[in-house]
């Protein structure tokens, strides 16, 4: 019984992490409200880094980001990120409002519709991420928190998984100019 018990519990947790882990709700009354047309609006700063699935810092960058939003309330956000080995990477996403605080987001190497809800001071963004892997791409699913904080700071965690593996981590902090 008690081996049936442990199998249990570990199926359940390879299919389904058997935890439902940190929910966008959970930031339903929190401050400052990150309001995603005020924030992203103008120029920012961002500074962040990239793990492995060890926890290992294998990359760091600096990005040079942009937003904008047209009459039709369709946002911009032009983004420019120089590795710590030279390497320059540049994504323009288009963010469409869907709700009152919902958006569906695209850029060049996003796979279909990223999903962004914001609540309270947090936004959540899960998409799937088409990147270079040897001679070919891979598609990981990302999944962003970013966090307003009261000085008008972002901190932004991102898990990378593939089949329902975590692969690696972004931590992000970004800074209006």
Known sequence: MKLRSILTLGVCGILTGCTTGMQINDFKNTTPEFIPQ??????MTA???????DGKIIRRFKGELVGSWDEKGVGT?????????GEVQTRVWKLK??????FIGTAGDIVGDAEMVAEGNTVMIDYTMRVPYKDSTIDINVRDWLHLQEDGVILNHSKMKKFGFEVGELVITIIKN
């Open 97 to 102: 409002p869907t709700g009152e605080k919902t």
């Open 77 to 85: 956000l032009d983004e420019k990120f120089v590795y710590d080995d």
């Open 47 to 53: 500074y962040g880094m990239v793990k492995d699935r």
């Open 38 to 43: 005020e924030y992203f609006n103008g120029p």
